[in-house]
Protein backbone atom coordinates (compact mmCIF):
# COMPACT_ATOMS: atom_id res chain seq x y z
CA UNK A 1 0.00 0.00 0.00
CA UNK A 2 1.54 3.23 -1.12
CA UNK A 3 -0.37 6.63 -0.02
CA UNK A 4 0.47 9.79 -0.86
CA UNK A 5 -0.70 13.37 1.05
CA UNK A 6 -0.22 16.76 -0.35
CA UNK A 7 -0.03 20.25 1.00
CA UNK A 8 0.62 23.38 0.43
CA UNK A 9 -1.87 24.96 -1.59
CA UNK A 10 -3.66 27.89 -0.96
CA UNK A 11 -4.44 30.89 -2.18
CA UNK A 12 -1.82 34.12 -3.69
CA UNK A 13 -2.02 36.86 -5.74
CA UNK A 14 -0.67 36.35 -9.51
CA UNK A 15 3.09 36.73 -9.56
CA UNK A 16 3.15 35.32 -6.32
CA UNK A 17 4.77 31.73 -5.02
CA UNK A 18 3.65 28.59 -3.54
CA UNK A 19 5.41 25.34 -2.40
CA UNK A 20 3.25 22.25 -2.59
CA UNK A 21 4.78 19.18 -0.78
CA UNK A 22 3.85 15.57 -1.60
CA UNK A 23 4.51 12.72 1.19
CA UNK A 24 4.84 9.28 0.39
CA UNK A 25 4.37 6.42 2.95
CA UNK A 26 3.34 2.87 2.77
CA UNK A 27 4.95 -0.27 4.26
CA UNK A 28 8.35 -0.53 3.68
CA UNK A 29 8.40 2.14 1.01
CA UNK A 30 10.91 3.22 -1.24
CA UNK A 31 10.45 6.57 -3.10
CA UNK A 32 13.57 5.48 -5.21
CA UNK A 33 11.73 2.81 -7.09
CA UNK A 34 8.89 5.48 -7.86
CA UNK A 35 8.91 8.45 -10.78
CA UNK A 36 6.88 10.90 -8.87
CA UNK A 37 4.93 14.01 -10.78
CA UNK A 38 2.40 16.89 -10.66
CA UNK A 39 -0.78 17.02 -11.98
CA UNK A 40 -3.10 19.89 -11.98
CA UNK A 41 -6.79 20.00 -13.08
CA UNK A 42 -8.80 23.16 -13.60
CA UNK A 43 -12.94 22.80 -13.58
CA UNK A 44 -14.01 21.69 -16.71
CA UNK A 45 -10.69 20.74 -17.96
CA UNK A 46 -8.56 17.40 -18.58
CA UNK A 47 -5.49 16.19 -15.68
CA UNK A 48 -2.74 17.62 -17.15
CA UNK A 49 1.03 17.14 -16.63
CA UNK A 50 3.31 19.80 -14.88
CA UNK A 51 6.06 18.29 -14.02
CA UNK A 52 8.03 14.99 -13.52
CA UNK A 53 11.24 13.55 -11.80
CA UNK A 54 12.74 10.32 -11.89
CA UNK A 55 13.08 8.12 -9.29
CA UNK A 56 16.64 8.69 -8.84
CA UNK A 57 15.81 12.60 -9.04
CA UNK A 58 18.13 12.92 -11.70
CA UNK A 59 15.73 14.11 -14.53
CA UNK A 60 13.24 15.93 -15.02
CA UNK A 61 10.71 17.10 -16.85
CA UNK A 62 8.21 20.60 -17.44
CA UNK A 63 5.29 21.28 -19.03
CA UNK A 64 6.44 23.91 -21.65
CA UNK A 65 4.50 26.66 -19.84
CA UNK A 66 5.98 26.09 -16.30
CA UNK A 67 9.57 25.92 -17.59
CA UNK A 68 11.70 28.72 -15.72
CA UNK A 69 9.03 29.47 -13.22
CA UNK A 70 8.24 25.84 -11.29
CA UNK A 71 11.03 23.33 -10.17
CA UNK A 72 10.20 20.19 -9.05
CA UNK A 73 13.19 18.17 -6.79
CA UNK A 74 12.46 15.01 -4.33
CA UNK A 75 14.26 14.32 -0.85
CA UNK A 76 14.21 10.39 -0.84
CA UNK A 77 15.10 10.40 2.42
CA UNK A 78 12.63 12.23 3.94
CA UNK A 79 9.76 10.24 1.30
CA UNK A 80 8.68 13.87 0.08
CA UNK A 81 8.67 15.70 -3.57
CA UNK A 82 8.05 19.06 -3.88
CA UNK A 83 7.04 21.70 -5.93
CA UNK A 84 8.36 25.05 -6.67
CA UNK A 85 5.91 27.30 -7.74
CA UNK A 86 7.03 30.60 -8.79
CA UNK A 87 5.19 33.45 -10.72
CA UNK A 88 1.80 32.25 -11.11
CA UNK A 89 -0.75 32.91 -13.10
CA UNK A 90 -4.38 32.93 -12.94
CA UNK A 91 -4.77 30.21 -15.25
CA UNK A 92 -3.22 28.35 -13.34
CA UNK A 93 -5.96 27.73 -10.55
CA UNK A 94 -6.21 24.20 -10.28
CA UNK A 95 -6.24 21.22 -7.94
CA UNK A 96 -2.39 19.83 -7.61
CA UNK A 97 -2.14 16.21 -7.44
CA UNK A 98 1.14 14.61 -6.58
CA UNK A 99 1.49 10.81 -7.93
CA UNK A 100 3.68 7.78 -7.97
CA UNK A 101 4.31 5.82 -11.41
CA UNK A 102 6.48 2.09 -11.08
CA UNK A 103 8.16 3.41 -14.48
CA UNK A 104 11.14 4.34 -16.30
CA UNK A 105 12.11 8.01 -16.76
CA UNK A 106 9.09 10.41 -16.42
CA UNK A 107 5.70 9.41 -17.50
CA UNK A 108 3.40 12.37 -18.92
CA UNK A 109 0.23 10.73 -19.25
CA UNK A 110 -1.82 10.52 -15.75
CA UNK A 111 -2.96 6.96 -17.25
CA UNK A 112 0.75 5.90 -16.46
CA UNK A 113 0.66 6.66 -12.89
CA UNK A 114 -0.48 4.06 -9.89
CA UNK A 115 -1.02 5.90 -7.33
CA UNK A 116 -2.68 9.63 -5.91
CA UNK A 117 -2.69 12.05 -3.74
CA UNK A 118 -6.44 13.81 -2.97
CA UNK A 119 -5.58 16.66 -4.41
CA UNK A 120 -4.47 19.90 -3.22
CA UNK A 121 -6.61 23.64 -4.07
CA UNK A 122 -4.08 26.43 -5.54
CA UNK A 123 -6.20 29.50 -6.94
CA UNK A 124 -4.23 32.42 -8.05
CA UNK A 125 -6.29 35.59 -8.25
CA UNK A 126 -5.74 38.30 -10.81
Known amino acids: QVQLVESGGGLVQAGGSLRLSCVVS??????????MGWFRQAPGKDREFVAG????????SYEDSVKGRFTISRDNAKNTVYLQMNSLKPEETAVYYC?????????????????WGQGTQVTVSS
Open 26 to 35: GRTVSTYVYA
Open 53 to 60: ITSSGRMT
Open 99 to 115: AAALKRGVPTSHLQYEY
